[in-house]
């Protein structure tokens, strides 16, 4: 069964705004993009399903625009704190539910949780620590947060473990993680609790806790 489309607004279109808004469209979305600024709306308007020159600042703007049956809003604004709020109060004055926004600072990320945003997102720390963690070990190819401390960490089998048995590396005994996989090129090869020899470049998919999961990277 195809995914249901939903309606996403976008509110802020530079650099991260953008980013996501394109990439929402690119999963067959209804992305609706807004700024204030008409050069950048101009600039994104054929790569997204609408674009709206408004500032979403304005108290009544967004429920004129008929935004009130979007299914999620992204203040993507955060440099521009007074906007950043007062965007998300008026998405939450309009009926939308679901609200991500952008924050650049802890005092900022405060305001918006208690206004109500599901979720906020510190777009240039979380990118760093991305980075910083995949430089750290080349081993690491990458990472996903689930929340609640629980990250999923994608190693690449270096050659000092070609040959050896899943059971035989450390990760539950003395890191407390678990091996959700191992792929080999686009083929499932197995999980914790089957029998499966390691072969270099293999990629293993790890679930657990960012400290465990760093220090098992750091013991290859």
């Known amino acids: 069964m195809a995914n249901k489309v939903r309606t996403f607004a976008v509110i802020g279109l530079g650099t991260f705004g953008s980013t996501v808004a394109r990439e929402l469209v690119r999963f067959e979305n209804h992305v609706i993009g807004i700024d204030i600024d008409e050069h950048r709306v101009t600039a994104h308007a054929d790569d997204l399903t609408q674009t709206l020159i408004l500032d979403a600042r304005v108290d009544g703007a967004l429920q004129e ?16 704190i007074e906007a950043s709020i007062l965007a998300t109060i008026n998405l939450k004055t309009i009926g939308i539910d679901t609200i991500w926004a952008e924050a650049t600072s802890r005092n900022h990320h405060r305001i918006l949780t208690k206004l109500g ?4 997102i510190h777009s240039d720390e979380e990118v760093g620590r991305h980075i910083a963690q995949m430089l750290h070990n080349p081993l690491v190819r990458d990472y996903v947060s689930l929340g609640n401390g629980q990250n999923v960490v994608n190693f690449r089998i270096p050659e000092s473990l070609e040959g050896k048995s899943l059971d035989e590396l450390s990760h539950r005994q003395d890191f407390d993680l678990r091996c959700i996989g191992v792929l080999r090129g686009t083929e499932f090869i197995g999980h914790d609790g089957a029998t499966c020899e390691l072969h270099k470049d293999d990629l293993l998919l790890l679930l657990g806790r960012r400290n ?9």
């Open 65 to 80: 625009a008929g935004l009130d049956g979007c299914d999620v809003g992204l203040v993507a604004i955060g440099s521009d």
């Open 117 to 120: 945003a599901k979720r906020v």
């Open 212 to 220: 465990d999961l760093r220090d098992f990277a750091d013991s290859l």
